[in-house]
């Protein structure tokens, strides 16, 4: 396996693939290698430094982690200095705990022998070809890591002792099994109950109010009567798109001669090759073909090439900007011409030309339409930033009003309606037309028209200068206009207290073994239904509340229902419930890692506070 890995990375097709691959890291950013200034470490923990170097590849590799989690989204969160910084205190934060947990691990005298380290390694499925331990694969990985095999082998006994450690703290939490029975029994249990319910929407119907009544609830609650900040805005929308003209012929032959390139195909070569480790077996492969040897079976069964040999040599057809210099200082002119034995950076090769397509330009008729439609949006997106540079002059030298701009553009300003932070109009809702309305920066005094805006551009070659015309800060609402509101409002405040009390009076009658006082209330219990412990809704709560129930003698209680009604609720009966076992492994599961993980919790808090911990300046140091 190993080997074939080894000579694949000496192909050349690999190393033409490679010399492409290789301009994107060229552009890319090498400054995460580039770690200077401030203090030497990441952090000293107890006196045992965790360097720059690793913080560095700890956050590399936590950032690596959450971008193939988060896909699209991590660019956004990356771009957020504040929460790319609180991720470095994090990473920070992991390896400070890491070290305290080893350190304490070897206090406590935990060990793990060179068996124990072996095992691990010969264990692990990365190491690992056909279900066995495969050596050559091992140091390959490790290597790969940046370590020798005994420093990797040291890493790894240190995560074993630190794990043996967290075992032992997560160990120690468990359940007898009488306990774990009682609980199935518990959490399964169902409850047989009835219910009367006192409609509260009906009792407010029947209240009546005082003006008194009203003014005070007004008075207690006017924060349930805020009128949100409100804005009008009047606007003026450039968009590149309406701004297209026809392209003359003139145009679209005076763009095809300047761009000739972009319409001609270069030479395309094809070739094939036999790539062998010595110059001595490059000699023999071209004295077979010399004798008159088929190519592609000679580059089947000798070329250490692995991924062109198994299509008989072919190395498909290369531009001139990706071919290999070998191959182009070969000296190949003529179809069907042979190589001598070329020396090259992965070995030996005896090449050979097998087809040429000469360069093409393709005809103006043929691309007319791609030019026309180019030629259409240049002209385009140049009178669009003419006229927004027209236009953000006419804004800026008339402050007043729109009309300079107005004027500038060719168009009428467009006026919205009176919209709020959650209701900004679909037209405006761009994040920085957004920002621009309701940073305050266009706000006049007293509500009054502020400044024009700047031009605003925003995607799609798209722009907008903008106005606030109109602007109404955040208020309480006055009484007269939420008078309706707060009338329906105390109606249902009294009728709740009404049902309440009528409720309560109810109840102490049933306590006290009235049976008709249900009737003389105009109510009734319903039809007996079974609840579950696992209801969320307030019934079955207050039903998994109450004590048990003699035989034929219910439990009454008052509660209130998801609706807001007042229910009497009779509890008649309590069944005994079973979990399957699978449920129950699971339950037992939860409440003795949860109990662990308390503990955990509780011994690194002790560890934190003990220790004497310096940090350097990685968490603020700029990306």
């Known amino acids: 396996m190993m080997d074939s890995l080894r000579t694949a990375a000496n192909s050349l097709v690999l190393k033409i693939i490679f010399g492409i691959i290789i301009v994107s890291f060229i552009l890319t950013g090498v400054s995460s290698y580039l770690i200077g200034g401030g203090a030497n470490y990441a952090a000293k923990v107890n006196g045992q430094e965790i360097s720059r170097g690793q913080f560095e590849n700890a956050f590399a590799g936590e950032r690596n982690r959450m971008q193939q989690q988060l896909g699209d989204q991590y660019s956004e969160l990356a771009a957020n200095e504040g929460y790319m910084k609180n991720l470095r205190q994090q990473t920070l934060n992991r390896l400070i705990d890491e070290a305290l947990l080893d350190q304490y691990a070897k206090s406590l005298g935990l060990g793990i022998s060179d068996e124990q380290v072996k095992k691990a390694i010969f264990s692990t499925q990365a190491f690992q070809s056909n279900g066995k331990f495969d050596n050559a694969r091992y140091n390959s990985i490790v290597n790969q890591m940046g370590m020798t095999a005994d420093q990797y082998a040291q890493a790894l006994r240190n995560q074993l002792t630190t794990q043996q450690l967290i075992n032992a703290v997560v160990g120690t939490d468990f359940m007898l099994k009488g306990e774990t029975e009682e609980l199935a029994a518990l959490v399964a249990q169902q409850r047989v109950v009835r219910e009367a319910t006192i409609d509260v929407n009906a009792l407010a119907a029947k209240q009546q109010v005082s003006d008194a009544e009203v003014n005070a609830y007004y008075e207690q609650n006017k924060n349930n009567f805020i009128s949100p900040e409100q804005f009008r805005v009047s606007y003026i929308k450039l968009d590149a798109a309406a701004m297209q003209e026809n392209a003359t012929d003139a145009e679209i032959q005076s763009y095809y001669d300047q761009h000739q390139d972009q319409f001609t195909q270069p030479q395309r070569n094809r070739y094939s090759v036999i790539q062998t480790k010595t110059e001595a077996e490059a000699k023999a492969v071209l004295d077979e073909l010399n004798k008159g040897a088929d190519f592609a079976t000679v580059a089947k069964a000798k070329s250490t090439d692995i991924i062109s040999a198994k299509n008989?040599?072919?190395?498909?057809?290369?531009?001139?900007?990706?071919?290999?210099?070998?191959?182009?200082?070969?000296?190949?002119?003529?179809?069907?011409?042979?190589?001598?034995?070329?020396?090259?950076?992965?070995?030996?090769?005896?090449?050979?030309?097998?087809?040429?397509?000469?360069?093409?330009?393709?005809?103006?008729?043929?691309?007319?339409?791609?030019?026309?439609?180019?030629?259409?949006?240049?002209?385009?997106?140049?009178?669009?930033?003419?006229?927004?540079?027209?236009?953000?002059?006419?804004?800026?030298?008339?402050?007043?009003?729109?009309?300079?701009?107005?004027?500038?553009?060719?168009?009428?300003?467009?006026?919205?309606?009176?919209?709020?932070?959650?209701?900004?109009?679909?037209?405006?809702?761009?994040?920085?037309?957004?920002?621009?309305?309701?940073?305050?920066?266009l706000v006049g005094e007293n509500g009054t028209p502020g400044s024009n805006s700047d031009i605003i551009t925003v995607d799609g070659d798209r722009a907008f200068v903008l106005r606030v015309s109109e602007h109404k800060a955040e208020a309480v609402k006055p009484l007269a206009e939420v008078k309706d509101q707060v009338v329906a409002l105390v109606k249902h405040n009294k009728a709740a207290q009404q049902a309440k009390l009528d409720a309560e009076k109810i109840l102490a009658d049933l306590k006290a073994g009235k049976s008709d006082a249900m009737k003389a209330a105009g109510l009734s219990f319903g039809e007996a239904k079974t609840l579950s412990r696992t209801g969320q809704d307030p019934v079955s709560q207050a039903a998994f509340g109450l004590s048990l129930p003699a035989k034929d003698k219910p439990v009454f209680s008052t509660t209130t229902d998801m609706q807001g009604n007042v229910v009497l609720l009779a509890l008649d009966e309590v069944k005994a419930g079973t979990l399957p076992d699978a449920q129950k492994k699971a339950m037992v599961q939860g409440i003795t890692q949860n109990n662990a993980q308390i503990a955990f919790e509780a011994m690194m808090s002790n560890l934190r506070k003990e220790a004497k911990i310096k940090l350097g300046d990685v968490v603020t140091q700029e990306q």
């Open 312 to 441: 008989g040599g072919d190395m498909g057809w290369l531009e001139d900007a990706t071919t290999p210099d070998e191959l182009k200082n070969a000296g190949l002119k003529e179809k069907g011409q042979l190589s001598g034995v070329i020396k090259s950076s992965v070995g030996f090769l005896v090449a050979r030309l097998d087809d040429i397509t000469a360069a093409k330009t393709k005809p103006l008729a043929e691309v007319r339409d791609d030019i026309a439609a180019k030629v259409k949006q240049e002209k385009a997106l140049d009178a669009f930033y003419a006229l927004q540079q027209k236009v953000s002059d006419a804004a800026s030298n008339d402050n007043e009003s729109l009309a300079g701009a107005e004027q500038a553009a060719g168009v009428k300003a467009v006026e919205t309606g009176w919209f709020s932070h959650e209701n900004l109009p679909e037209e405006l809702n761009f994040k920085p037309v957004s920002d621009a309305i309701f940073n305050g920066g």
